[in-house]
T-cell receptor
Framework: QQQVKQSPQSLIVQKGGISIINCAYE??????FPWYQQFPGKGPALLIA?????SEKKEGRFTISFNKSAKQFSLHIMDSQPGDSATYFC???????????FGGGTRLMVKP | GAVVSQHPSWVICKSGTSVKIECRSL??????MFWYRQFPKQSLMLMAT?????????EQGVEKDKFLINHASLTLSTLTVTSAHPEDSSFYIC???????????FGEGSRLTVL
């Protein structure tokens, strides 16, 4: 059973546009929701993370929106750049220290 | 963020040999490390959870005798692929948990090719 569903699987955005990736989870015990960015041949890098006590978190061009009642969270990349082209994974875990459950990933391509 | 070093970054070996991959947390102590396997264009598949000083916990379907995990210190975990076969060729990634924060940092991954 896939506990974290991520969509879309792939996304093409023009330079300067907004990239939006969505995730939905089932386990109400999840309380930590990070996003990871992975370039080909590299390990995932922590991009931004949120906990359920806030509905939005912004770091530079990256924003996480969190909807606890809908059990959904999303990543918005503003002013998308070609250098943002990568695979993005959402994840979730319950309690600090528990293993993460990953979404299936979204391959983002930002066209110049 | 915290730094996790993984070595080697790529390795080619002959079928039947064993390969060891190291995962080190460079600037923090990691009581828990995780090992993942990733096939092309797919998500990360958790193989096992490695806790310092104790036996690793393997996910269902992962052969513990084939994928030996040792976490002998707070900064080092190793994955040994024993008697490797071509189907073991994959991208292996480790991660280390920063105690108390829930933040997980990943190594750069190790590309294993078994001929």
């Amino acid at each position: 059973q896939q506990q974290v569903k991520q969509s879309p699987q792939s996304l093409i955005v023009q330079k300067g546009g907004i990239s939006i990736i969505n995730c939905a989870y089932e386990n109400t015990a999840f309380d930590y929701f990070p996003w990871y960015q992975q370039f080909p041949g590299k390990g995932p890098a922590l991009l931004i993370a949120i906990r359920p006590d806030v509905s939005e978190k912004k770091e530079g061009r990256f924003t996480i929106s969190f909807n606890k009642s809908a059990k959904q969270f999303s990543l918005h990349i503003m002013d998308s750049q070609p250098g943002d082209s990568a695979t993005y994974f959402c994840a979730a875990s319950s309690d600090a220290g528990n293993m993460l459950t990953f979404g299936g990933g979204t391959r983002l391509m930002v066209k110049p | 963020g915290a730094v996790v070093s993984q070595h080697p970054s790529w390795v080619i070996c002959k079928s039947g040999t064993s390969v060891k991959i190291e995962c080190r947390s460079l600037d923090f102590q990691a009581t828990t490390m995780f090992w993942y396997r990733q096939f092309p264009k797919q998500s990360l598949m958790l193989m096992a959870t490695s806790n310092e000083g104790s036996k690793a916990t393997y996910e269902q379907g992962v052969e513990k005798d084939k994928f030996l995990i040792n976490h002998a210190s707070l900064t080092l975990s190793t994955l040994t692929v024993t008697s490797a076969h071509p189907e073991d060729s994959s991208f292996y990634i480790c991660s280390a948990l920063v105690a108390g924060t829930g933040e997980l940092f990943f190594g750069e991954g190790s590309r294993l090719t078994v001929l």
